[in-house]
């Protein structure tokens, strides 16, 4: 009966979109947001029991288990107390795994509706194009809501008029040992604010100073940055405790995944970037799709709220693009790095957007983007245009011709607009 009742519910909704010209926007906006809340719920609970072996699942589940093992390395924090609480309480590490990275999308996502009130709608944030993408791309199950968390966490402290400088090293650096990405995308608009702070308040502070323990934090992650006896010893540590996997046969030798990657050289990673330089689907290249789907999700954030703070969205994004384009280039899961970059551009947005608004040498920048704001293309997101956001996806890594009618959705609304108004 409850599924009658659910799919019932799910007809009268696409009737309503699709048939009834008279619904109001406000009912349209409500229907999509029951829509994305029921696909996060049931989305979530797929993704998670689908992510349960190390085995076949050695990106995401892999990249978890991680430890200490075999020396300090690069992103062993958090595996390393994984395994400590494995063998304390002979608790599968896929539990503590699924329960983390639920846990932390649960957080995140309730904060960032409540940080985001009346600055970003929650229909966006549901969207395909933001909560939604981790699920319907399947990286639910990774660390990114966990260091994305983290980085909201440090953007508060930032923003109490004495931030405790301890407490923030102390949150980049777990950051930091966990994945050293977060650096890239953490660090600069953490020093960015900083600056611009303690010039407003004329107060004599040399920033650098004040970041110097993540700083380092980070240059002993390049340096201890892996080998491939270090991954055989992460493997061989779980191997031991085969007993722990309910869901698989651990008998695999060699490591695999994510543990494997740690000992990838820099010419191995040159490699995958040309590989991926040089993709194409028959005639579609790959790369093309990617700056596209960048732009498309640049035009519904700016035109999210009827196009409010264009400017200031403008700024944030611009300067949270260059830290994303490193990460494009450190690897190929750019679908990952594309999330991370609209997620904490909102997040600095929804924290920071008046202050820095208030600094007069952004106030100079933003004259910049006047120009921008006038011919940039540009979706004011309102009424039935907002159905568009419940048809925009992309994958975690690996483009498709599946995803590419999703590309065609801002231009092609936008040259309909051109119509519309010329035959006015």
Request: hydrophobic share 50%.
């Amino acid at each position: 009966m409850l599924i009658y009742n659910n799919l019932r519910i799910l007809i009268n909704i696409i009737k309503n979109l699709f048939l009834d010209r008279r619904s109001n926007p406000k009912n349209v906006e409500e229907y999509l947001v029951f829509i994305f809340s029921l696909l996060i719920i049931i989305g979530g609970l797929l993704n998670t029991l689908s992510n349960k072996t190390y085995l076949d699942d050695s990106w995401t589940i892999g990249e978890w288990l991680i430890n200490y093992q075999g020396g300090f390395i690069r992103r062993g924090l958090l595996g390393e107390g994984i395994y400590i609480l494995c063998n304390l309480l002979e608790i599968s590490p896929i539990f503590i795994i699924w329960f983390i990275s639920i846990s932390c999308y649960c957080i995140l996502l309730r904060l960032t509706i409540f940080e985001s009130k009346n600055q970003v709608s929650n229909l966006f944030l549901l969207s395909p194009g933001v909560f939604l993408a981790p699920i319907i791309g399947n990286f639910l199950i990774r660390k990114d809501l966990l260091l994305l968390l983290i980085f909201l966490v440090s953007l508060k402290l930032i923003k109490l008029k004495r931030p405790n400088l301890v407490f923030l090293n102390l949150l980049n650096i777990t950051g930091l040992l966990i994945h050293e990405s977060f650096a890239i995308y953490a660090l600069p608009i953490q020093f960015f604010i900083l600056k611009k702070k303690y010039d407003f308040y004329r107060k004599n502070s040399y920033t650098f100073l004040n970041l110097l323990p993540s700083f380092c934090s980070f240059i002993f992650c390049l340096i201890f940055k892996g080998d491939q006896n270090q991954a055989i010893s992460i493997h061989q540590s779980w191997l031991n405790k085969s007993f722990l996997f309910p869901f698989e046969k651990l008998n695999y030798e060699i490591p695999l995944g994510a543990i494997d990657a740690i000992s990838w050289d820099f010419i191995k990673v040159l490699k995958i970037l040309l590989e991926a330089l040089t993709d194409f689907k028959g005639i579609f290249w790959v790369p093309l799709a990617w700056i596209t789907t960048t732009i498309v999700l640049a035009s519904f954030f700016l035109g999210d709220n009827a196009g409010k703070d264009f400017k200031i969205k403008s700024f944030i994004m611009y300067f949270q693009f260059f830290p994303f384009a490193i990460l494009c280039f450190a690897g190929w899961d750019y679908g990952r790095w594309i999330f991370i970059w609209i997620v904490s551009s909102i997040l600095i947005y929804c924290t920071f957007g008046e202050e820095l608004k208030s600094y007069n040498s952004i106030q100079q920048n933003l004259i910049r983007y006047n120009l921008i704001e006038k011919y940039f293309l540009k979706i004011e997101l309102h009424k039935r245009s907002k159905i568009l956001l419940a048809i925009f996806a992309y994958p975690h890594c690996c483009w498709s011709l599946f995803y590419l009618p999703s590309l065609l959705i801002a231009p092609g609304y936008s040259i309909l607009k051109i119509f519309k108004s010329f035959f006015k």
